[in-house]
């Protein structure tokens, strides 16, 4: 159960428990957090899971694919070093206390 820290473009944060094998975008949908749509459903089709993973966190993730790196050209908000699609990012017990950052939009 990693708990994952969740901070919003109007500085506002949420502490949220996960469930180890959810994605990022489950997780968030599961607590109704704004600023996270996942209009695909999880397909990696839409790119509106875009999220920023805290630098510290970035090694502890799955490698990127190939259509993730291409869906993150098409985020609403910029991408950056630290963009992931929270659909893409498996939570697992090793994530605990992870820093999420929320794009200001993702549309
Ligand atoms: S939910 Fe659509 S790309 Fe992640």
Do not use: K
Request: with cysteine; net charge negative.
């Amino acid at each position: 159960m990693p708990t994952v820290i969740f901070n919003f473009s109007d500085d506002r944060q949420q502490v949220v428990e996960a469930v180890a094998g959810q994605t990022l975008m489950q997780v968030a949908a599961n607590h109704g957090l704004e600023g996270i749509l996942g209009d695909c459903g999880g397909a990696c089709q839409c790119a509106t899971c875009h999220v920023y993973i805290d630098e510290s966190w970035l090694d502890q993730l799955p490698e990127m694919d190939g259509m993730e790196d291409d869906m993150l050209e098409g985020t609403a908000a910029p991408r950056l070093a630290q963009s992931r699609l929270g659909c893409c990012v498996i939570l697992e017990a090793v994530h605990e206390g992870m820093v999420v950052t929320l794009p200001p939009t993702q549309i």
